[in-house]
């Protein structure tokens, strides 16, 4: 049962923070490009940030300055510290990533965690 698990999501006012954790379980080897991608209702999902195995990072310029997308590999968990968020932030938050399991050998796979709810409203 390989998959990835989001926790962090809920309802915030205008101006707060949430950090959304994503966390790789099963037979994971190690984790390697990683990325945070959303969807709000009537919109098409959207990468919002992503992180390579080296730990270079790209966001979106609606997010550039506000959140940070980071990488614990000993844990096999990335981040996304979202800072002064905004109605417009509302959407559901998927994690993505290409994650190395093993199955009969070492294979590099590409997985979406179930999603977690952010609501940014006052």
């Known amino acids: 049962q390989v998959q990835l698990v989001e926790t962090g999501g809920g309802l915030v006012q205008p101006g707060g923070s949430l950090r959304l954790s994503c966390s790789a379980s099963?037979?994971?080897?190690?984790?390697?490009?990683m990325g945070w991608y959303r969807q709000a209702p009537g919109k098409q999902r959207e990468l919002v940030a992503g992180?390579?195995?080296?730990?270079?990072?790209n966001y979106a310029d609606s997010v550039k300055g506000r959140f940070t997308i980071s990488r614990d590999n000993a844990k096999k968990t990335v981040y996304l510290q979202m800072n002064s968020l905004t109605p417009e932030d509302t959407a559901v938050y998927y994690c993505?990533?290409?994650?190395?399991?093993?199955?009969?050998?070492?294979?590099?796979?590409?997985?979406w965690g179930q999603g977690t709810q952010v609501t940014v409203s006052s």
């Open positions: 099963g037979r994971i080897f190690s984790i390697n490009s």
């Open positions: 992180i390579s195995s080296g730990g270079s990072t």
């Open positions: 993505n990533g290409n994650l190395e399991i093993f199955n009969g050998g070492y294979y590099y796979q590409n997985y």
